[in-house]
């Protein structure tokens, strides 16, 4: 199975922060990656599929990038309703693979 | 409006068994693909089985001969039948459709095993 890393394992940082997650997979999964964000208690919510795209309705503020093994989820302005859990997920192959999570929280 | 209600979870014992259930609403099971991805309590998420429109299905090694994918398209409800339950199958259950643009979740269902 793919192994998904990520670093760092949490963060703090405040509103108006430029915050960088990295997520790098064992072995080549071409752009097969999305980004996740789950508040307690909450389902996940999708942000970022195949690597670079935008998922409806989320704002602009987060970006992603990568290609191969190593990828970046940018929150450009951290917002107050930005303080959660992120996790990447390949879907290359299978088993589908999430990382163990990136916590951001309030500094 | 698309909609994913998950329910069966529930206490059971080491060994024993129960099916979850996934009622979709505002679009078509048989057309998408659906997993489900499960969390234990205070952990990460965990990827548990996939399974396409064409009928195939994919499992995480953990689960592989023990959960079992399906759906009943007359019922547009996917459904994941989990036999010789163990502790560390503890966990809320989440199906989701896709995990492209096209996603969505449901709210979850918890599955405590224990004796």
């Known amino acids: 199975a793919i192994q998904m890393t990520q670093s760092p394992s949490s963060l703090s940082a405040s509103v108006g922060d430029r915050v960088t997650i990295t997520c790098r997979a064992s072995?080549?999964?071409?752009?097969?990656l999305g980004w996740y964000q789950q508040k307690p208690g909450k389902a996940p919510k999708l942000l970022i599929y195949a690597a670079s795209s935008l998922q409806s309705g989320v704002p602009s503020r987060f970006s992603g990038s990568g290609s191969g093994t190593d990828f970046t989820l940018t929150i450009s302005s951290l917002q107050p309703e930005d303080f959660a859990t992120y996790y990447c997920?390949?879907?290359?192959?299978?088993?589908?693979?999430f990382g163990p999570g990136t916590k951001v929280d309030i500094k | 409006e698309v909609q994913l209600v998950e329910s069966g979870g529930g206490l059971v014992q080491p060994g024993g068994s129960l099916r979850l259930s996934c009622a979709a609403s505002g679009f078509t099971v048989s057309s998408n693909y659906m997993s489900w991805v499960r969390q234990a309590p205070g952990k990460g998420l965990e990827w548990v089985s996939v399974?396409?429109?064409?009928?195939?299905?994919y499992y995480a090694d953990s689960v592989k001969g023990r959960f079992t994918i399906s759906r009943d398209n007359s019922k547009n409800t996917l459904y994941l039948q989990m036999n010789s339950l163990r502790a560390e199958d503890t966990a809320v259950y989440y199906c989701?459709?896709?995990?492209?643009?096209?996603?969505?979740w449901g709210q979850g269902t918890l599955v405590t095993v224990s004796s």
């Open positions: 997920l390949q879907d290359y192959n299978y088993p589908f693979t």
């Open positions: 989701a459709r896709e995990h492209g643009s096209g996603n969505y």
């Open positions: 072995q080549g999964i071409r752009n097969d």
């Open positions: 399974i396409y429109s064409g009928g195939s299905t």
